[in-house]
């Protein structure tokens, strides 16, 4: 019924940037019950972890450990979520996953985000 597709991810150095999208596809009607859109990250042995969510308001929050380094924001018109992520650490290395809640919840297939120092 909708389908959450994340982009962006890559290989970076400390202190460098990087820009996740996750576009959701499918009905749209499905898509506009959503109430809130999340990226997690997942690094092998580890669970995974929420990294950023929002509201369909808009109201947003961060783990300690990103916060002042990545911004969540949501464009509705394409149907699309971002994560802004600076000053990248490599403790950041993982796999970004995009989900999203409502009715029914959606995963993402996750996008790689590799740091080096």
């Known amino acids: 019924q909708v389908q959450l597709v994340e982009s962006g991810g890559g290989l970076v150095q400390a202190g460098g940037s990087l820009r996740l999208s996750c576009a959701a596809s499918g009905n749209i009607f499905?898509?506009?019950?959503?109430?809130?859109?999340?990226?997690y990250r997942q690094t092998p042995g580890k669970q995974r972890e929420l990294v950023a969510g929002i509201t369909s308001r808009g109201v947003t929050n961060y783990?300690?450990?990103?916060?002042?380094?990545?911004?969540?924001?949501?464009?509705?018109?394409?149907?699309?979520?971002?994560?802004?992520?600076?000053?990248?650490?490599?403790?950041?290395?993982?796999?970004?996953?995009?989900?999203?809640?409502?009715?029914?919840?959606?995963?993402?297939?996750g996008t790689q985000v590799t740091v080096s120092s």
Do not use: H
């Open 30 to 39: 499905s898509i506009n019950t959503m109430y809130w859109y999340g990226w």
């Open 63 to 109: 783990a300690d450990s990103v916060k002042g380094r990545f911004t969540i924001s949501r464009d509705s018109a394409k149907n699309t979520v971002y994560l802004q992520m600076n000053t990248l650490k490599p403790e950041d290395t993982a796999v970004y996953y995009c989900k999203s809640q409502g009715p029914n919840d959606y995963w993402g297939q």
